[in-house]
Every structure is written in structure tokens, then in C-alpha cells.
């Protein structure tokens, strides 16, 4: 009874900004490390960006500098802000948030549906 619903994809030109929404709602609890993953056409899924319970971050090398991850708590919300935008990010995003369900006692994750994301003038 978990629903992840992503938002904010879209077209923008070369050097331009997006910022990705992700939140969890329904039944979820105990939300711990939240990702994001790109999948970018003829390629395999890669992981983009980690942010922890305790909000240390990680990113993929090709991004850094460029994306912040950061994570609304009260809201079970990841976000992505996504600076200086170039046309290899073009990809469908994907948010991956890992919690709980009543009536587990463990953890699992919880997939967005994909947001597309195209970087093009």
C-alpha cells in the first residue's frame, strides 16, 4: 500500500535547471536511504545520486557539481536539483526510496515510476 509518485521531468536547453521530486506516501515508515538512478536510451540503469538517513550524500562522478540530492523527512520526499544540464543527461529518471510496510518487520524499496528528462536546443 506504498505509492511513489515522481515529478518534475521535462525539456530544457543545454545549461538549464530541473529539480526531480519523489515522495512516498501510504502506509511507509521507518524511511531510510533514498537513491536516484537514470536510465539514458541503449544503456543500462546507472546509479546517480545516494543520500543516507543522515543525509550524507554520494554522487556519480558525471554529475558532481552539477546535481544536489537532498531528502524532506516529514514528507518521505528525495529530491534531485540538477544544475548546468548537458544532452548525455537525458535519460528517464527513476527515485528508489527503501522503508517499511505494515506488516514487515524488514526492509524493502520502493520504485518511482520514471520521469524523462531531455536536455536539447
Known amino acids: 500500500q506504498v505509492r511513489v509518485v515522481e515529478s518534475g521531468g521535462g525539456l530544457v536547453q543545454p545549461g538549464g535547471s530541473l529539480r526531480l521530486s519523489c515522495a512516498a506516501s501510504?502506509?511507509?515508515?521507518?524511511?531510510?536511504?533514498m537513491n536516484w538512478y537514470r536510465q539514458a536510451p541503449g544503456k543500462q540503469r546507472e546509479l546517480v545520486a545516494v543520500i543516507s538517513s543522515s543525509s550524507n550524500t554520494n554522487y556519480a562522478d558525471s554529475v558532481k557539481g552539477r546535481f544536489t540530492i537532498s531528502r524532506d523527512n516529514a514528507k518521505n520526499a528525495v529530491y534531485l536539483q540538477m544544475n548546468s544540464l548537458k544532452p548525455e543527461d537525458t535519460a528517464v529518471y527513476y527515485c528508489?526510496?527503501?522503508?517499511?510496510?505494515?506488516?514487515?518487520?524488514?526492509?524493502?524499496?520502493?520504485w518511482g515510476q520514471g520521469t524523462q528528462v531531455t536536455v536539447s536546443s
Open positions: 528508489k526510496i527503501r522503508g517499511r510496510s505494515r506488516p514487515a518487520l524488514t526492509e524493502a524499496d520502493y
Open positions: 501510504g502506509s511507509i515508515f521507518s524511511v531510510s536511504v
